[in-house]
C-alpha cells in the first residue's frame, strides 16, 4: 500500500508538525515500506498455531489497595505563586486550536 506525500502532509498538519519537502518524501517511502510489511504478515498461515498474548511468564504483582491520610492543602500550597478557586493557577501551554 502506498502512503502518498499528501497522506503524509495530511496527517503532520492534524499534528501540528511541520517537514521539509524531502522529509515528506522520505516518510511517505518509509511508511509505505513499513505498511507492506505488516501486510505481508496476512500471507503466513497461521493454522494451529496457539494465540499468544506475551512471551513471557510474568505475573502482575499488585500491592494491597488501602486509603491513606491524604496531605494537608495549606502545606502544599505554601510555595505556589498563584492559586484561583483552591487550584493552582498555570499559565497557558496550549493555543486555541484553530482549524486543524
Do not use: Q, Y
Given at each position: 500500500?502506498?502512503?502518498?506525500?499528501?497522506?503524509?502532509?495530511?496527517?503532520?498538519?492534524?499534528?501540528?508538525?511541520?517537514?521539509?519537502?524531502?522529509?515528506t518524501k522520505e516518510f511517505a517511502t518509509t511508511l509505505?515500506?513499513?505498511?507492506?510489511?505488516?501486510?505481508?504478515?496476512?500471507?503466513?498461515?497461521?493454522?494451529?498455531?496457539?494465540?499468544?498474548?506475551?512471551?513471557?511468564?510474568?505475573?502482575?504483582?499488585?500491592?494491597?489497595?488501602?486509603?491513606?491520610?491524604?496531605?494537608?492543602?495549606?502545606?502544599?500550597?505554601?510555595?505556589v505563586p498563584e492559586t484561583e478557586n483552591g487550584l493552582?493557577k498555570v499559565p497557558a501551554i496550549i493555543d486555541e486550536?484553530?482549524?486543524?
Open positions: 500500500m502506498k502512503i502518498s506525500e499528501e497522506e503524509v502532509r495530511h496527517v503532520a498538519k492534524l499534528s501540528k508538525l511541520a517537514f521539509s519537502d524531502e522529509d509505505s515500506k513499513i505498511v507492506d510489511m505488516v501486510e505481508l504478515l496476512n500471507e503466513v498461515d497461521t493454522t494451529g498455531v496457539a494465540i499468544t498474548t506475551t512471551m513471557a511468564d510474568t505475573v502482575n504483582v499488585m500491592r494491597e489497595d488501602v486509603a491513606i491520610k491524604g496531605w494537608n492543602r495549606e502545606e502544599l500550597f505554601k510555595n493552582i486550536g484553530g482549524n486543524a
